[in-house]
């Protein structure tokens, strides 16, 4: 399809859908200048915000607008957000209605929203436009091809600059396009409607971006469109079409940042069809054998292409000359694919320990030590026979001294002993290896390798005593892991429903979200046979058994699941609670519809989200949970929603991990919020002696949870303050649990990372060597320069 027709179509559905402005030459072009926020894995947005439940502000001007807007944005106020505000003159007050109703927007079918936000993709002013196309991403739910045809038209006048009044045409040539954002927290359009299309997903969507990649011809809308074409395979399987158009662009120039953005999609893919596996191998060697930045894109899609990828991502992982990154990602993909792939693994390892120096100090301490964990890891706890070599050395690797160089190496050398020593035991929890692997008898390295090694086997006899006694561990970490497990071991039976129900009665929000999902996970295996089931299969004159028989909640569950639900939680503990209640649910417990029912009046968004689900399960369809007033008194409101002094400029803070000088630049132009309370924390102290307690290699490194166990944070909530930028390498994000569930904990990338982008809030920048840090070292000190 040429370029011409493409933008002829597209500009037919704007004639329709959009209005005028939209399909004709604006006046002026800018391009817009704020910033974004992020975070976890699975984000949600709020929904219930009416536009019409208030009477209308009086429209103000200048800063007491601004002022008033940013008020309805925390508020989730649509309704505050006044008409007049959303079509001034003055373009920074239309800016910040558009993005607080952006924000708000998620999928609230209410046709004032809609009618606001088209309307916007039709502004002047491009970071409106781009602040426009994201809410209506957001709200597709119910009115996707509708919305897809708004933003393709948009798009199209995008593509190659406005189009003149007259149309596309073909006469002469088009008129250059916007310049490229040059600052991070700049709202691109182009990207913002593009990735909004691939949002809405659908047959549709997929047929438009197909046809929008065929025409790009800059790298740049390239990008965007891959993108937008990762969220619709993360969905579904993709058309012939789109396959095809995502492969010729990845040979094209195998260098670009296109062509190896054209491959993410098929790594987003679950599975790739026969049909295509030897094109998408092609391709993604080639990209390997370029220069791209984002190489990382062709080993996920390398992974897909079955078993011809073993040996090329065997020797990605082992090779020294490739990032950090995509060494991770091979050795993960390697993890994945099974005996044949952890052989793979184990030849990388064999080919790594090669090379003395890989064992050094110098290299446990730098970036090679996640690697090195990393294809380890990928060995699963059934290691093929080619590793025993490699895992016997790392096994009885030298344990650092305590007067070590850094404090971590003795970490870092007794971690790697201890994974090594696991995946040799293969279920022999009282193996040599491992008792010897922690010099510390209670350590949390031992205990996991004797934990993994446990549950690869029936728990019963000593086995199962060993068991219980990890399962009360000191360590969040083991004893977590070890709650998780009781579901996958039946034989437990009333032993494995004691665990349960006394993870549920702890005082840690980890320990009792880990009980409540296995019961979520697995209610069944709490579930007991009812008394009346078990009568009657003893009476020979009882009807013969049905497929469905009666259970029962045994009483230790129940009262344990109550006495959790009515615990007074600190605001941020907001995964506990929705886990607990979405347990009470599962079980049928007989206080879950009051819990529910008190959730849904709940001041955070997540809350009532799961609150509504869960009257809806328990027999009320058509339940929803409105947003609450807003506070008229500001000392009344929730935390989250409280005014904060917001920062003037960027600030930089420098973490002192293990030793390492790692700094985080806090910017507060598209996430004032976020950005001014985590400055304020690192200002207070907070976050001195916190543990990094979640690092994935080449993916990111997580903290700021005082547990360690990636359950808690400050005590307090944030609102989010999610944008439609980009996740680029060392770019710092909130970490979530849903919809406005941030609290002190913080995120830096170590890859580019498009699935986080428009889902997370970007908060700033960091700097330094972020690859190096590892799981379980620690912030020794904090500097915040003013």
Not at 47 to 53: D, I, N, P, R
Request: proline share 7%; hydrophobic share 45%.
């Amino acid at each position: 399809m040429t370029r011409a027709r493409l933008r002829g179509l597209v500009l037919g559905a704007c004639l329709l859908l959009l209005p005028p402005a939209a399909c004709h030459r604006t006046t002026t072009t800018t391009t817009a200048t704020t910033k974004k926020d992020a975070a976890p894995i699975d984000p949600k947005r709020d929904s219930g915000a009416s536009m019409t439940a208030s009477a209308e502000p009086t429209p103000v001007s200048g800063d007491d607008a601004l002022l008033a807007i940013g008020r309805a944005e925390d508020g989730r106020r649509a309704s505050d957000v006044a008409e007049g505000w959303r079509v001034s003159s003055d373009v920074k007050v239309r800016r910040a209605s558009i993005r607080a109703l952006a924000r708000i927007s998620d999928a609230i079918a209410d046709p004032q929203m809609d009618a606001t936000l088209l309307r916007a993709l039709g502004d002047e002013d491009l970071e409106v436009v781009g602040w426009g196309a994201y809410g209506l991403g957001w709200a597709c739910k119910g009115r996707e091809d509708e919305h897809v045809k708004a933003l393709a038209a948009r798009a199209a006048t995008l593509a190659d600059g406005d189009p003149t009044p007259d149309g596309p045409g073909d006469a002469g040539p088009a008129p250059p396009a916007p310049p490229a954002p040059s600052r991070r927290d700049t709202i691109d359009a182009r990207a913002a409607v593009t990735r909004a299309i691939g949002r809405c997903g659908g047959p549709l969507a997929e047929g438009v971006l197909s046809a929008f990649l065929r025409a790009a011809s800059r790298d740049a809308d390239v990008e965007h469109v891959a993108y937008a074409l990762g969220a619709v395979a993360s969905r579904r399987t993709l058309t012939d079409e789109a396959m095809g158009a995502l492969l010729d662009r990845a040979v094209l120039d195998p260098s670009s940042s296109g062509s190896a953005a054209a491959l993410f999609p098929i790594g987003r893919l679950d599975h790739v069809p026969d049909a295509w596996s030897a094109r998408v191998l092609a391709a993604s060697k080639a990209v390997l054998a370029g220069t791209s930045p984002l190489r990382i894109f062709a080993v996920r899609a390398l992974e897909k292409s079955g078993p011809d990828a073993l040996e090329g991502l065997s020797h990605i992982a082992s090779r020294s000359d490739v990032s950090p990154a995509e060494r991770e990602e091979a050795a993960r993909s390697l993890g994945r694919l099974g005996l044949p792939g952890r052989s793979a693994a184990g030849a990388a390892l064999t080919r790594i320990l090669q090379d003395k120096s890989s064992l050094e100090p110098a290299s446990l301490l730098g970036d090679r030590f996640n690697v090195l964990l990393a294809v380890v890891e990928a060995l699963g706890q059934d290691a093929p026979k080619n590793a025993d070599p490699a895992l016997y050395s790392l096994a009885s690797l030298p344990v650092a001294s305590k007067d070590a160089p850094s404090p971590s190496l003795s970490r870092r050398s007794v971690a790697l002993r201890c994974a090594a020593a696991s995946a040799l035991a293969r279920a022999a929890y009282d193996s040599e290896l491992i008792s010897k692997c922690d010099p510390d008898p209670d350590g949390a390295s031992g205990q996991r390798a004797r934990l993994s090694a446990l549950i690869r086997r029936p728990l019963a006899g000593d086995r199962r005593k060993v068991f219980r006694a990890l399962a009360t561990s000191k360590h969040l970490a083991v004893r977590e892991a070890a709650i998780e497990a009781v579901p996958q071991h039946p034989e437990l039976e009333e032993s494995g429903r004691a665990l349960l129900a006394q993870a549920l009665e702890a005082t840690e929000p980890g320990v009792v979200a880990t009980a409540a999902e296995a019961i979520v996970q697995h209610p069944e295996h709490v579930l007991t046979l009812a008394k009346s089931e078990r009568r009657a299969a003893l009476d020979p004159r009882a009807p013969p058994p049905t497929s469905h028989p009666a259970m029962d909640l045994p009483a230790e569950i129940a009262t344990a699941l109550k006495l959790a639900l009515g615990h007074a939680w600190r605001e941020d503990a907001i995964e506990t609670r929705t886990l607990l209640l979405d347990a009470a649910v599962a079980v049928s417990l007989p206080e879950a519809r009051a819990s529910a029912t008190r959730a849904c009046t709940d001041p955070n968004a997540t809350m009532r989200e799961h609150a509504a689900r869960a009257l809806r399960a328990l027999g009320t369809p058509q339940a929803a949970c409105a947003t609450p007033a807003v506070a008229k008194d500001a000392s009344a409101a929730p935390s989250s929603a409280a005014p904060v002094a917001t920062l003037a400029h960027p600030v930089r803070v420098t973490f002192d991990i293990d030793g390492a000088k790692l700094a985080v630049v806090f910017e507060p132009e598209l996430s004032p919020r976020a950005a001014s309370r985590f400055v304020a924390l690192a200002r207070a102290g907070f976050y001195k002696g916190v543990v990094v307690h979640r690092v994935v290699p080449g993916y990111v490194v997580q903290f700021g949870d005082p547990g360690a166990d990636g359950y808690g944070g400050s005590g307090e909530l944030l609102r989010c303050e999610t944008s439609p930028v980009p996740f680029a390498p060392l770019d710092v994000g909130v970490a979530l649990a849903g919809r406005d569930t941030g609290s002190s904990q913080i995120f830096v990338t170590l890859a580019r990372s498009p699935k986080l982008d428009g889902e997370y809030a970007r908060v700033g920048h960091a700097e330094g060597d972020w690859d190096a840090v590892a799981q379980g070292d620690v912030i020794d000190g904090v500097v915040v320069e003013e």
